[in-house]
Protein backbone atom coordinates (compact mmCIF):
# COMPACT_ATOMS: atom_id res chain seq x y z
CA UNK A 1 0.00 0.00 0.00
CA UNK A 2 1.02 3.60 -0.86
CA UNK A 3 1.70 5.13 2.61
CA UNK A 4 2.80 8.82 1.77
CA UNK A 5 -0.97 10.11 1.14
CA UNK A 6 -1.50 8.91 5.09
CA UNK A 7 1.28 10.52 6.28
CA UNK A 8 0.12 13.95 6.73
CA UNK A 9 -2.55 12.24 8.45
CA UNK A 10 -0.39 10.35 10.77
CA UNK A 11 1.92 13.47 11.86
CA UNK A 12 -1.44 15.52 12.51
CA UNK A 13 -2.89 12.55 14.99
CA UNK A 14 0.34 12.10 16.05
CA UNK A 15 0.90 15.25 17.40
CA UNK A 16 -2.62 15.66 19.22
CA UNK A 17 -1.91 12.12 21.00
CA UNK A 18 1.33 13.26 22.19
CA UNK A 19 0.16 16.42 23.45
CA UNK A 20 -2.46 14.63 25.05
CA UNK A 21 -0.03 11.98 26.84
CA UNK A 22 1.67 15.51 27.90
CA UNK A 23 -1.83 16.82 29.56
CA UNK A 24 -2.78 13.29 31.09
CA UNK A 25 0.56 12.32 32.94
CA UNK A 26 0.57 15.46 34.25
CA UNK A 27 -3.02 15.30 35.86
CA UNK A 28 -1.88 11.52 36.86
CA UNK A 29 1.10 13.49 38.98
CA UNK A 30 -0.96 15.81 40.66
CA UNK A 31 -3.87 12.44 41.38
CA UNK A 32 -1.86 8.80 41.14
CA UNK A 33 -5.13 7.36 42.05
CA UNK A 34 -7.44 9.19 39.15
CA UNK A 35 -8.41 5.93 36.83
CA UNK A 36 -10.13 8.15 34.02
CA UNK A 37 -6.78 9.70 33.65
CA UNK A 38 -5.13 6.27 33.71
CA UNK A 39 -7.34 4.87 30.71
CA UNK A 40 -6.69 8.09 28.61
CA UNK A 41 -2.90 7.74 28.98
CA UNK A 42 -3.61 4.07 27.83
CA UNK A 43 -5.85 4.83 24.89
CA UNK A 44 -3.29 7.20 23.75
CA UNK A 45 -0.69 5.28 23.95
CA UNK A 46 -2.51 1.83 22.25
CA UNK A 47 -3.91 4.44 19.52
CA UNK A 48 -0.37 6.12 18.50
CA UNK A 49 1.07 2.40 18.49
CA UNK A 50 -1.48 0.72 16.51
CA UNK A 51 -0.95 4.37 13.72
CA UNK A 52 2.67 3.33 13.92
CA UNK A 53 3.02 -0.17 13.37
CA UNK A 54 0.60 1.02 10.11
CA UNK A 55 2.91 3.23 8.83
CA UNK A 56 5.79 1.08 9.62
CA UNK A 57 7.65 3.35 12.38
CA UNK A 58 9.35 0.86 14.04
CA UNK A 59 10.63 2.97 17.01
CA UNK A 60 7.45 4.91 17.79
CA UNK A 61 5.27 1.61 17.98
CA UNK A 62 7.60 -0.48 20.23
CA UNK A 63 8.06 2.94 22.37
CA UNK A 64 4.25 3.12 22.81
CA UNK A 65 3.91 -0.31 23.17
CA UNK A 66 6.15 -0.53 26.26
CA UNK A 67 4.49 2.47 27.55
CA UNK A 68 0.96 0.79 27.10
CA UNK A 69 2.38 -2.15 28.85
CA UNK A 70 3.65 -0.24 31.67
CA UNK A 71 0.50 1.95 32.18
CA UNK A 72 -1.91 -1.42 31.78
CA UNK A 73 0.27 -2.16 35.32
CA UNK A 74 -1.60 1.13 36.61
CA UNK A 75 -5.01 -0.22 35.02
CA UNK A 76 -4.94 -3.05 36.59
CA UNK A 77 -3.98 -1.85 40.11
CA UNK A 78 -0.84 -3.73 40.35
CA UNK A 79 1.31 -0.31 39.91
CA UNK A 80 0.82 3.31 41.87
CA UNK A 81 2.73 5.70 39.70
CA UNK A 82 5.10 7.62 41.49
CA UNK A 83 7.10 10.50 40.62
CA UNK A 84 10.01 8.59 39.04
CA UNK A 85 7.61 6.67 37.07
CA UNK A 86 5.58 9.70 35.70
CA UNK A 87 9.26 11.56 34.82
CA UNK A 88 10.39 7.93 33.06
CA UNK A 89 6.83 8.55 31.21
CA UNK A 90 7.48 11.88 30.18
CA UNK A 91 10.81 11.39 28.86
CA UNK A 92 9.52 8.56 26.31
CA UNK A 93 7.11 10.96 25.45
CA UNK A 94 9.74 13.78 24.26
CA UNK A 95 11.44 10.62 22.71
CA UNK A 96 7.89 9.66 20.69
CA UNK A 97 8.27 13.76 19.73
CA UNK A 98 11.62 13.57 18.61
CA UNK A 99 10.83 10.07 16.38
CA UNK A 100 7.47 11.51 14.82
CA UNK A 101 8.83 14.83 13.66
CA UNK A 102 11.71 12.98 12.37
CA UNK A 103 9.20 10.53 10.30
CA UNK A 104 7.45 13.57 8.93
CA UNK A 105 10.42 13.38 6.34
CA UNK A 106 8.98 9.91 6.20
CA UNK A 107 11.52 7.88 7.63
CA UNK A 108 12.34 8.03 11.43
CA UNK A 109 15.68 9.21 12.56
CA UNK A 110 18.30 6.21 12.94
CA UNK A 111 20.01 8.53 15.70
CA UNK A 112 17.39 9.04 18.43
CA UNK A 113 17.69 6.35 21.23
CA UNK A 114 15.09 4.67 22.65
CA UNK A 115 16.64 1.45 24.70
CA UNK A 116 17.57 3.64 27.67
CA UNK A 117 14.06 4.48 27.79
CA UNK A 118 12.72 1.01 27.41
CA UNK A 119 13.97 -0.32 29.96
CA UNK A 120 12.47 2.09 32.45
CA UNK A 121 9.01 1.13 32.16
CA UNK A 122 8.03 -1.46 34.05
CA UNK A 123 6.55 -4.16 32.30
CA UNK A 124 5.28 -6.72 35.41
CA UNK A 125 4.20 -6.86 39.28
CA UNK A 126 8.27 -7.64 40.21
CA UNK A 127 9.24 -4.94 38.20
CA UNK A 128 6.35 -2.63 39.50
CA UNK A 129 6.82 -3.13 42.95
CA UNK A 130 10.41 -1.39 42.25
CA UNK A 131 8.47 1.85 41.42
CA UNK A 132 6.30 1.40 44.44
CA UNK A 133 2.97 -0.43 44.11
CA UNK A 134 0.03 -2.11 45.47
CA UNK A 135 -1.99 -4.71 43.85
CA UNK A 136 -5.38 -4.66 44.11
CA UNK A 137 -8.60 -6.82 42.36
CA UNK A 138 -8.22 -6.84 38.57
CA UNK A 139 -12.60 -6.71 38.43
CA UNK A 140 -12.74 -3.38 40.85
CA UNK A 141 -10.70 -1.88 38.36
CA UNK A 142 -12.87 -2.82 35.95
CA UNK A 143 -15.69 -1.23 37.30
CA UNK A 144 -13.69 1.38 38.04
CA UNK A 145 -12.57 2.40 34.73
CA UNK A 146 -16.34 2.72 33.93
CA UNK A 147 -17.39 6.14 32.89
CA UNK A 148 -20.63 7.49 35.41
CA UNK A 149 -23.41 6.71 32.39
CA UNK A 150 -21.26 3.07 32.03
CA UNK A 151 -21.89 2.26 35.99
CA UNK A 152 -25.01 3.20 36.06
CA UNK A 153 -26.38 0.72 33.67
CA UNK A 154 -24.28 -1.80 35.35
CA UNK A 155 -25.19 -0.81 39.08
CA UNK A 156 -29.21 -1.06 37.79
CA UNK A 157 -28.55 -4.68 35.89
CA UNK A 158 -27.05 -6.14 38.99
CA UNK A 159 -29.74 -4.95 40.60
CA UNK A 160 -32.04 -7.30 38.34
CA UNK A 161 -29.60 -10.57 38.62
CA UNK A 162 -27.67 -9.31 34.96
CA UNK A 163 -24.26 -9.88 35.21
CA UNK A 164 -21.59 -7.20 34.11
CA UNK A 165 -18.09 -8.10 32.21
CA UNK A 166 -15.11 -6.80 30.41
CA UNK A 167 -14.07 -8.53 27.76
CA UNK A 168 -10.46 -8.03 26.36
CA UNK A 169 -10.12 -9.23 22.82
CA UNK A 170 -7.02 -9.50 20.94
CA UNK A 171 -6.89 -9.67 16.93
CA UNK A 172 -4.38 -11.48 15.01
CA UNK A 173 -1.55 -8.98 14.43
CA UNK A 174 -2.05 -9.42 10.64
CA UNK A 175 -5.70 -9.16 10.18
CA UNK A 176 -7.26 -6.88 7.50
CA UNK A 177 -10.09 -5.16 8.46
CA UNK A 178 -9.62 -5.24 12.05
CA UNK A 179 -12.31 -2.34 12.50
CA UNK A 180 -14.66 -4.87 10.45
CA UNK A 181 -13.73 -7.68 13.29
CA UNK A 182 -14.44 -4.99 16.22
CA UNK A 183 -18.05 -4.53 14.53
CA UNK A 184 -18.64 -8.43 14.36
CA UNK A 185 -17.82 -8.48 18.25
CA UNK A 186 -20.39 -5.93 18.68
CA UNK A 187 -23.04 -7.64 16.49
CA UNK A 188 -22.43 -11.15 18.80
CA UNK A 189 -22.37 -9.33 22.03
CA UNK A 190 -25.01 -7.25 21.38
CA UNK A 191 -27.44 -10.38 20.92
CA UNK A 192 -26.84 -11.41 24.33
CA UNK A 193 -26.55 -8.36 26.32
CA UNK A 194 -25.81 -4.33 26.32
CA UNK A 195 -22.52 -2.71 26.00
CA UNK A 196 -21.90 -0.05 28.19
CA UNK A 197 -18.54 0.79 27.38
CA UNK A 198 -15.68 0.33 24.70
CA UNK A 199 -11.65 0.90 24.94
CA UNK A 200 -10.75 2.46 22.48
CA UNK A 201 -13.70 4.44 21.71
CA UNK A 202 -16.27 3.15 19.40
CA UNK A 203 -15.39 6.24 16.87
CA UNK A 204 -11.42 4.94 16.76
CA UNK A 205 -12.61 1.60 16.39
CA UNK A 206 -14.26 2.51 13.45
CA UNK A 207 -11.35 4.53 12.22
CA UNK A 208 -8.86 1.62 13.18
CA UNK A 209 -7.37 3.40 15.21
CA UNK A 210 -6.01 0.86 17.38
CA UNK A 211 -4.12 -2.02 17.77
CA UNK A 212 -4.39 -5.70 17.93
CA UNK A 213 -6.40 -5.00 21.25
CA UNK A 214 -9.36 -3.74 22.48
CA UNK A 215 -11.94 -3.97 25.50
CA UNK A 216 -16.00 -4.52 25.66
CA UNK A 217 -18.33 -3.84 28.92
CA UNK A 218 -20.96 -5.53 28.80
CA UNK A 219 -23.90 -6.37 30.52
CA UNK A 220 -25.68 -9.46 30.24
CA UNK A 221 -27.80 -12.72 31.88
CA UNK A 222 -25.37 -15.16 29.52
CA UNK A 223 -22.94 -17.19 30.99
CA UNK A 224 -19.34 -16.19 30.54
CA UNK A 225 -18.34 -19.54 28.55
CA UNK A 226 -21.25 -18.55 26.12
CA UNK A 227 -20.15 -15.22 24.98
CA UNK A 228 -16.29 -16.80 24.97
CA UNK A 229 -17.47 -19.06 22.79
CA UNK A 230 -19.18 -16.66 20.27
CA UNK A 231 -16.33 -14.41 20.26
CA UNK A 232 -13.92 -17.01 19.80
CA UNK A 233 -15.65 -18.44 16.62
CA UNK A 234 -15.41 -15.28 14.93
CA UNK A 235 -12.17 -14.99 12.27
CA UNK A 236 -9.33 -13.76 13.31
CA UNK A 237 -9.97 -13.14 17.04
CA UNK A 238 -7.14 -15.08 18.71
CA UNK A 239 -7.36 -14.62 22.31
CA UNK A 240 -10.42 -13.32 24.58
CA UNK A 241 -10.02 -12.54 28.33
CA UNK A 242 -13.63 -11.96 30.27
CA UNK A 243 -13.12 -10.59 33.59
CA UNK A 244 -16.29 -10.73 35.99
CA UNK A 245 -17.15 -7.23 36.81
CA UNK A 246 -17.00 -6.90 40.48
CA UNK A 247 -20.75 -6.80 42.16
CA UNK A 248 -19.96 -4.90 45.18
CA UNK A 249 -18.06 -2.09 43.18
CA UNK A 250 -20.79 -2.19 41.08
CA UNK A 251 -23.57 -1.85 43.31
CA UNK A 252 -21.76 1.47 45.44
CA UNK A 253 -21.52 3.43 42.39
CA UNK A 254 -23.57 6.66 41.61
CA UNK A 255 -24.34 8.59 38.55
CA UNK A 256 -26.87 9.61 36.84
CA UNK A 257 -29.28 6.66 34.69
CA UNK A 258 -30.30 9.11 32.40
CA UNK A 259 -27.03 9.52 30.43
CA UNK A 260 -26.58 8.61 27.17
CA UNK A 261 -25.38 4.85 26.55
CA UNK A 262 -22.25 3.69 24.59
CA UNK A 263 -22.59 5.35 20.48
CA UNK A 264 -22.73 3.04 18.05
CA UNK A 265 -20.76 2.09 15.40
CA UNK A 266 -21.41 5.11 13.24
CA UNK A 267 -19.75 7.35 10.43
CA UNK A 268 -17.89 10.77 11.22
CA UNK A 269 -19.48 13.65 11.13
CA UNK A 270 -16.28 16.18 10.80
CA UNK A 271 -13.24 16.30 8.12
CA UNK A 272 -9.66 17.28 8.52
CA UNK A 273 -9.28 20.22 5.64
CA UNK A 274 -5.80 21.66 4.50
CA UNK A 275 -5.13 25.00 6.70
CA UNK A 276 -3.82 26.42 3.14
CA UNK A 277 -6.94 25.83 1.63
CA UNK A 278 -8.73 28.03 4.84
CA UNK A 279 -6.38 30.50 3.78
CA UNK A 280 -7.06 30.52 -0.09
CA UNK A 281 -11.15 30.42 0.94
CA UNK A 282 -10.17 33.09 3.11
CA UNK A 283 -8.39 35.55 0.38
CA UNK A 284 -11.61 34.59 -1.49
CA UNK A 285 -13.72 36.23 1.03
CA UNK A 286 -11.36 39.48 1.43
CA UNK A 287 -11.64 39.69 -2.37
CA UNK A 288 -15.42 39.67 -2.43
CA UNK A 289 -15.68 42.04 0.74
CA UNK A 290 -13.53 44.66 -1.18
CA UNK A 291 -16.18 43.80 -4.26
CA UNK A 292 -19.06 44.43 -2.10
CA UNK A 293 -17.25 47.90 -0.84
CA UNK A 294 -16.89 49.15 -4.43
CA UNK A 295 -20.51 48.12 -5.67
CA UNK A 296 -22.01 49.98 -2.47
CA UNK A 297 -20.19 52.99 -3.40
CA UNK A 298 -21.63 53.18 -6.91
CA UNK A 299 -24.82 52.26 -6.00
CA UNK A 300 -24.85 55.39 -4.07
CA UNK A 301 -23.21 57.33 -6.80
CA UNK A 302 -25.79 56.37 -9.40
CA UNK A 303 -28.69 56.69 -6.67
CA UNK A 304 -30.10 53.40 -8.27
CA UNK A 305 -32.44 51.98 -6.34
CA UNK A 306 -33.00 48.52 -7.64
CA UNK A 307 -28.88 48.30 -7.34
CA UNK A 308 -29.03 49.30 -4.29
CA UNK A 309 -31.44 46.54 -3.20
CA UNK A 310 -29.58 43.67 -4.70
CA UNK A 311 -25.80 45.39 -2.98
CA UNK A 312 -28.04 45.03 0.30
CA UNK A 313 -29.11 41.24 -0.27
CA UNK A 314 -25.25 40.69 -1.43
CA UNK A 315 -23.47 42.28 1.67
CA UNK A 316 -26.26 40.47 3.99
CA UNK A 317 -24.96 36.71 2.35
CA UNK A 318 -21.50 38.12 2.06
CA UNK A 319 -21.90 39.20 6.19
CA UNK A 320 -23.06 35.33 6.59
CA UNK A 321 -20.39 33.65 4.65
CA UNK A 322 -17.67 35.45 5.96
CA UNK A 323 -19.01 34.78 9.46
CA UNK A 324 -19.04 31.39 8.63
CA UNK A 325 -15.65 31.57 6.97
CA UNK A 326 -14.09 32.85 10.25
CA UNK A 327 -15.80 30.46 12.35
CA UNK A 328 -14.27 27.77 10.65
CA UNK A 329 -11.17 29.32 10.66
CA UNK A 330 -11.25 30.17 14.60
CA UNK A 331 -9.30 27.43 16.88
CA UNK A 332 -9.20 27.69 20.53
CA UNK A 333 -5.63 28.79 22.35
CA UNK A 334 -5.97 25.82 24.34
CA UNK A 335 -4.46 23.86 21.44
CA UNK A 336 -0.95 26.39 22.73
CA UNK A 337 -1.82 26.53 26.17
CA UNK A 338 -1.62 22.68 26.68
CA UNK A 339 1.82 22.71 25.78
CA UNK A 340 3.11 24.44 28.72
CA UNK A 341 2.11 22.83 31.62
CA UNK A 342 4.93 20.20 30.89
CA UNK A 343 7.40 23.13 30.62
CA UNK A 344 6.41 24.82 33.38
CA UNK A 345 6.91 21.44 35.88
CA UNK A 346 9.99 20.62 33.95
CA UNK A 347 11.59 24.48 34.43
CA UNK A 348 10.58 25.03 37.95
CA UNK A 349 12.23 21.49 38.95
CA UNK A 350 15.42 22.90 37.18
CA UNK A 351 15.52 26.28 39.10
CA UNK A 352 14.64 24.48 42.01
CA UNK A 353 11.24 26.51 42.63
CA UNK A 354 7.72 25.42 43.62
CA UNK A 355 5.20 26.90 41.10
CA UNK A 356 1.31 26.36 41.03
CA UNK A 357 0.49 27.19 37.03
CA UNK A 358 -3.15 27.56 36.45
CA UNK A 359 -3.99 28.30 33.15
CA UNK A 360 -7.84 29.89 32.42
CA UNK A 361 -10.08 30.65 29.43
CA UNK A 362 -7.87 28.15 27.11
CA UNK A 363 -11.29 27.89 25.43
CA UNK A 364 -11.05 31.50 24.32
CA UNK A 365 -10.79 31.24 20.34
CA UNK A 366 -8.05 33.10 17.80
CA UNK A 367 -7.48 32.62 14.20
CA UNK A 368 -5.58 29.58 12.84
CA UNK A 369 -2.34 31.92 11.44
CA UNK A 370 -2.22 33.74 14.81
CA UNK A 371 -2.47 30.52 17.08
CA UNK A 372 0.51 29.29 15.33
CA UNK A 373 2.60 32.17 15.92
CA UNK A 374 2.09 32.96 19.39
CA UNK A 375 3.68 29.69 20.79
CA UNK A 376 7.15 31.09 21.37
CA UNK A 377 6.50 34.56 22.51
CA UNK A 378 4.50 32.89 25.51
CA UNK A 379 7.01 30.42 26.12
CA UNK A 380 9.50 33.74 26.75
CA UNK A 381 7.23 34.97 28.86
CA UNK A 382 7.06 31.96 30.78
CA UNK A 383 10.63 31.18 31.43
CA UNK A 384 11.22 34.98 32.31
CA UNK A 385 8.43 34.63 34.56
CA UNK A 386 10.02 31.69 36.11
CA UNK A 387 13.49 32.33 35.97
CA UNK A 388 13.74 36.41 36.72
CA UNK A 389 9.92 36.85 38.21
CA UNK A 390 9.37 33.96 40.80
CA UNK A 391 11.88 33.82 43.46
CA UNK A 392 13.90 31.35 45.38
CA UNK A 393 11.65 29.29 47.74
CA UNK A 394 14.09 30.77 50.89
CA UNK A 395 13.54 33.75 49.70
CA UNK A 396 10.03 33.80 49.48
CA UNK A 397 9.85 32.19 53.48
CA UNK A 398 11.81 34.95 54.70
CA UNK A 399 9.88 37.45 52.91
CA UNK A 400 6.74 36.33 54.03
CA UNK A 401 4.84 34.98 51.06
CA UNK A 402 3.54 31.28 50.80
CA UNK A 403 6.63 28.62 49.49
CA UNK A 404 4.73 28.26 46.30
CA UNK A 405 4.63 30.72 43.79
CA UNK A 406 1.94 31.46 41.58
CA UNK A 407 2.08 31.71 37.82
CA UNK A 408 -1.39 32.78 35.57
CA UNK A 409 -1.50 32.35 32.14
CA UNK A 410 -5.19 33.77 30.95
CA UNK A 411 -6.64 34.52 27.99
CA UNK A 412 -10.26 36.19 27.35
CA UNK A 413 -12.22 38.55 24.49
CA UNK A 414 -12.65 42.23 24.65
CA UNK A 415 -14.33 44.13 21.99
CA UNK A 416 -12.66 42.49 18.73
CA UNK A 417 -9.19 41.52 20.27
CA UNK A 418 -7.99 38.80 22.49
CA UNK A 419 -6.07 39.53 25.53
CA UNK A 420 -3.23 37.23 27.04
CA UNK A 421 -1.90 37.58 30.36
CA UNK A 422 0.81 35.97 32.10
CA UNK A 423 1.09 36.83 35.40
CA UNK A 424 3.06 36.16 38.87
CA UNK A 425 3.46 36.70 41.91
CA UNK A 426 7.27 37.60 42.37
CA UNK A 427 9.25 39.77 43.04
CA UNK A 428 8.56 42.54 40.01
CA UNK A 429 10.26 44.61 38.19
CA UNK A 430 12.52 47.42 39.84
CA UNK A 431 12.82 50.53 37.58
CA UNK A 432 15.35 52.13 38.88
CA UNK A 433 17.42 48.96 38.05
CA UNK A 434 15.76 48.99 34.62
CA UNK A 435 17.31 52.61 34.05
CA UNK A 436 20.71 51.95 35.60
CA UNK A 437 20.99 49.07 33.01
CA UNK A 438 19.89 50.78 30.14
CA UNK A 439 22.74 53.29 30.94
CA UNK A 440 25.25 51.15 31.43
CA UNK A 441 24.21 49.55 28.01
CA UNK A 442 24.65 52.78 26.20
CA UNK A 443 20.63 52.41 25.65
CA UNK A 444 20.00 56.11 27.54
CA UNK A 445 21.72 58.68 28.53
CA UNK A 446 21.75 59.57 32.53
CA UNK A 447 20.02 62.77 31.49
CA UNK A 448 17.27 60.60 30.36
CA UNK A 449 17.00 57.86 32.42
CA UNK A 450 16.54 61.01 35.78
CA UNK A 451 13.28 62.66 33.58
CA UNK A 452 12.09 58.89 32.26
CA UNK A 453 8.73 58.16 33.71
CA UNK A 454 8.04 54.31 34.97
CA UNK A 455 6.11 53.26 32.03
CA UNK A 456 8.65 54.49 29.39
CA UNK A 457 11.59 52.53 31.31
CA UNK A 458 9.23 49.71 31.64
CA UNK A 459 9.42 49.67 27.89
CA UNK A 460 13.27 49.28 27.90
CA UNK A 461 13.13 45.67 28.58
CA UNK A 462 11.58 45.06 25.05
CA UNK A 463 14.77 46.81 23.68
CA UNK A 464 16.94 44.29 21.44
CA UNK A 465 19.78 43.30 23.45
CA UNK A 466 18.50 44.56 27.01
CA UNK A 467 19.00 41.90 29.73
CA UNK A 468 18.68 42.14 33.57
CA UNK A 469 20.38 38.97 34.07
CA UNK A 470 23.85 38.69 35.99
CA UNK A 471 24.90 35.93 34.66
CA UNK A 472 24.37 33.99 31.28
CA UNK A 473 22.19 30.36 31.34
CA UNK A 474 20.34 27.82 29.32
CA UNK A 475 17.61 29.50 30.63
CA UNK A 476 18.32 33.04 30.08
CA UNK A 477 20.67 36.08 29.89
CA UNK A 478 21.70 36.47 26.60
CA UNK A 479 19.48 39.37 25.68
CA UNK A 480 17.05 37.71 23.95
CA UNK A 481 13.66 36.98 24.58
CA UNK A 482 10.93 39.83 25.34
CA UNK A 483 12.40 42.07 22.73
CA UNK A 484 11.74 38.84 20.17
CA UNK A 485 7.95 38.80 22.05
CA UNK A 486 7.52 42.71 21.30
CA UNK A 487 8.44 42.06 17.52
CA UNK A 488 6.17 39.10 16.84
CA UNK A 489 3.13 40.21 18.34
CA UNK A 490 3.85 43.66 16.90
CA UNK A 491 4.15 41.71 13.41
CA UNK A 492 0.92 40.03 13.75
CA UNK A 493 -0.61 43.40 14.53
CA UNK A 494 -1.37 43.26 18.20
CA UNK A 495 0.50 45.15 21.32
CA UNK A 496 2.36 44.24 24.36
CA UNK A 497 2.73 45.69 27.75
CA UNK A 498 3.65 45.20 31.13
CA UNK A 499 1.93 45.99 34.60
CA UNK A 500 4.46 45.48 37.65
CA UNK A 501 4.74 46.29 41.67
CA UNK A 502 7.84 45.81 43.46
CA UNK A 503 7.76 42.97 45.33
CA UNK A 504 3.84 41.94 44.40
CA UNK A 505 4.87 40.48 40.73
CA UNK A 506 4.61 41.10 37.59
CA UNK A 507 1.32 40.81 34.33
CA UNK A 508 2.66 41.06 30.98
CA UNK A 509 -0.11 41.50 28.29
CA UNK A 510 -0.70 40.66 25.10
CA UNK A 511 -3.63 42.07 22.82
CA UNK A 512 -4.39 40.64 19.30
CA UNK A 513 -6.67 41.04 16.73
CA UNK A 514 -9.57 38.10 16.43
CA UNK A 515 -8.14 37.25 12.77
CA UNK A 516 -5.12 39.24 10.55
CA UNK A 517 -7.61 39.50 7.55
CA UNK A 518 -10.36 41.58 8.13
CA UNK A 519 -10.87 44.21 10.21
CA UNK A 520 -13.51 46.52 11.65
CA UNK A 521 -12.06 50.39 11.16
CA UNK A 522 -12.88 53.87 12.04
CA UNK A 523 -12.38 55.63 8.50
CA UNK A 524 -10.08 59.07 9.15
CA UNK A 525 -9.03 62.36 7.32
CA UNK A 526 -5.95 63.93 7.54
CA UNK A 527 -5.48 67.11 5.49
CA UNK A 528 -6.06 64.93 2.27
CA UNK A 529 -4.69 61.56 3.41
CA UNK A 530 -7.04 59.01 3.88
CA UNK A 531 -6.52 56.60 7.12
CA UNK A 532 -7.98 53.28 8.97
CA UNK A 533 -7.31 53.39 12.80
CA UNK A 534 -8.34 49.57 13.90
CA UNK A 535 -11.51 49.78 16.23
CA UNK A 536 -10.75 47.18 18.56
CA UNK A 537 -8.22 50.08 19.93
CA UNK A 538 -10.66 53.13 19.43
CA UNK A 539 -12.78 54.03 23.02
CA UNK A 540 -14.51 57.27 21.78
CA UNK A 541 -14.15 60.18 19.17
CA UNK A 542 -14.73 63.91 20.17
CA UNK A 543 -15.17 67.16 18.42
CA UNK A 544 -13.11 70.01 19.90
CA UNK A 545 -11.73 74.11 19.12
CA UNK A 546 -8.53 73.45 18.94
CA UNK A 547 -7.94 76.63 21.50
CA UNK A 548 -9.84 74.04 23.95
CA UNK A 549 -6.49 71.76 23.77
CA UNK A 550 -4.13 72.21 26.65
CA UNK A 551 -0.44 72.70 26.19
CA UNK A 552 1.79 70.05 28.80
CA UNK A 553 5.55 70.43 29.07
CA UNK A 554 5.55 71.17 25.02
CA UNK A 555 3.29 68.66 24.48
CA UNK A 556 -0.05 68.53 23.43
CA UNK A 557 -3.22 67.36 25.98
CA UNK A 558 -6.80 66.72 26.80
CA UNK A 559 -8.84 66.54 29.86
CA UNK A 560 -11.21 63.26 28.83
CA UNK A 561 -13.51 61.59 31.90
CA UNK A 562 -11.72 63.17 34.68
CA UNK A 563 -8.15 62.36 33.82
CA UNK A 564 -5.40 64.23 31.14
CA UNK A 565 -4.36 62.34 28.66
CA UNK A 566 -1.75 63.04 25.46
CA UNK A 567 -3.09 63.85 21.77
CA UNK A 568 -1.13 62.98 19.23
CA UNK A 569 -1.29 65.40 15.97
CA UNK A 570 -1.31 62.52 13.12
CA UNK A 571 0.06 65.77 10.32
CA UNK A 572 2.97 65.91 12.42
CA UNK A 573 3.01 62.68 13.69
CA UNK A 574 3.37 60.70 9.71
CA UNK A 575 4.59 64.43 8.38
CA UNK A 576 1.45 65.09 6.07
CA UNK A 577 2.39 68.13 3.97
CA UNK A 578 -0.28 70.70 4.24
CA UNK A 579 -2.39 71.49 1.32
CA UNK A 580 -5.63 73.33 3.38
CA UNK A 581 -4.68 75.39 6.77
CA UNK A 582 -5.84 73.88 9.95
CA UNK A 583 -9.15 74.19 11.11
CA UNK A 584 -10.72 75.77 13.97
CA UNK A 585 -12.57 72.71 14.79
CA UNK A 586 -10.31 69.07 15.34
CA UNK A 587 -11.49 65.83 16.23
CA UNK A 588 -10.15 64.06 18.22
CA UNK A 589 -9.62 59.55 18.50
CA UNK A 590 -9.51 58.23 21.72
CA UNK A 591 -7.48 55.31 21.42
CA UNK A 592 -6.21 52.60 23.67
CA UNK A 593 -2.46 52.08 24.39
CA UNK A 594 -1.81 49.04 26.82
CA UNK A 595 -3.39 49.83 29.84
CA UNK A 596 -3.82 54.05 29.31
CA UNK A 597 -5.51 56.48 26.61
CA UNK A 598 -4.33 58.56 24.23
CA UNK A 599 -5.62 61.22 21.38
CA UNK A 600 -5.25 61.13 18.49
CA UNK A 601 -5.86 64.24 16.47
CA UNK A 602 -7.22 64.05 12.62
CA UNK A 603 -9.11 66.19 10.60
CA UNK A 604 -12.36 64.41 9.65
CA UNK A 605 -13.96 60.98 10.87
CA UNK A 606 -15.50 59.14 7.55
CA UNK A 607 -17.25 56.11 9.77
CA UNK A 608 -16.54 52.63 10.37
CA UNK A 609 -16.25 50.46 7.65
CA UNK A 610 -14.84 46.89 7.43
CA UNK A 611 -11.54 46.25 5.48
CA UNK A 612 -9.18 43.79 3.64
CA UNK A 613 -5.81 43.67 5.49
CA UNK A 614 -3.24 43.58 2.75
CA UNK A 615 0.35 43.90 3.63
CA UNK A 616 2.59 46.59 2.45
CA UNK A 617 4.94 44.32 0.76
CA UNK A 618 8.51 44.21 1.79
CA UNK A 619 10.01 47.65 0.31
CA UNK A 620 7.94 49.55 3.52
CA UNK A 621 6.94 47.14 5.46
CA UNK A 622 8.37 48.69 8.00
CA UNK A 623 7.25 51.69 7.77
CA UNK A 624 6.30 53.57 11.46
CA UNK A 625 3.30 54.36 12.24
CA UNK A 626 1.59 51.74 9.59
CA UNK A 627 0.50 48.49 9.89
CA UNK A 628 -0.93 47.93 6.54
CA UNK A 629 -3.28 48.83 3.85
CA UNK A 630 -6.49 48.53 2.58
CA UNK A 631 -8.04 48.77 -0.65
CA UNK A 632 -11.52 51.00 -0.42
CA UNK A 633 -14.69 51.23 -2.19
CA UNK A 634 -13.57 53.60 -4.70
CA UNK A 635 -10.28 52.36 -5.46
CA UNK A 636 -7.80 54.14 -3.62
CA UNK A 637 -5.92 52.69 -0.92
CA UNK A 638 -6.01 53.49 2.62
CA UNK A 639 -3.27 53.15 5.39
CA UNK A 640 -4.02 51.16 8.67
CA UNK A 641 -2.42 52.87 11.31
CA UNK A 642 -0.30 51.01 14.19
CA UNK A 643 -1.19 53.27 16.98
CA UNK A 644 1.21 51.79 19.32
CA UNK A 645 4.25 52.82 17.02
CA UNK A 646 2.75 56.36 16.34
CA UNK A 647 3.22 56.90 20.00
Request: net charge negative; proline share 4%; glycine share 6%.
Amino acid sequence: MEMSQYLEIFIEEAREHIQALNASLLRLEQNPTDKDVVGELFRSAHTLKGMAATMGFSKTAELTHRMESSLDLVRQGVLTPNSTFITALLHAVDALEELVESAASGQEDAGIAIAHLVAALPTDAEQGAAVGVAAQEVAATAVSELNPSALAVLKEAVSQGMEGYRLDVRLASDALLKSARAYMVFQRLEQHGEIIQSEPSVPDLEAERFGDHFSVWLVSAAPSSLLQEEIENIADVRSVVITPLNEGSAASGSSDPSSDMVPRLRTGKSVRVDISRLDRLMNLVSELVIIRTRMTQISRDLDHRALADSTATLNRILLELQDEVMQVRMVAVEQIFSRFPRMVRDLSQQLGKDVDFQISGQETELDRTIVDEIGDPLVHLLRNALDHGIEPVAERVRLGKPAKARVQLSAYHRGDSVFIEVQDDGRGIDVAKIKQKAVERGLISSEEANSMDDEAALKLIFQPGFSMAKQVTDISGRGVGLDVVASKIASLGGRTSVHTELGKGSVFTIVLPLTLAIMATLQVKVDAERYAIPLSVVDQTALLKRSELDVIEHRLAMSYRGQTIPVVDLRKALAVPYTTPPADDVYVVVVYRGRRLLGLMVDELLGQEEVVVKPLGRFVDRSPGISGATILGDGSIALILDVMSIV
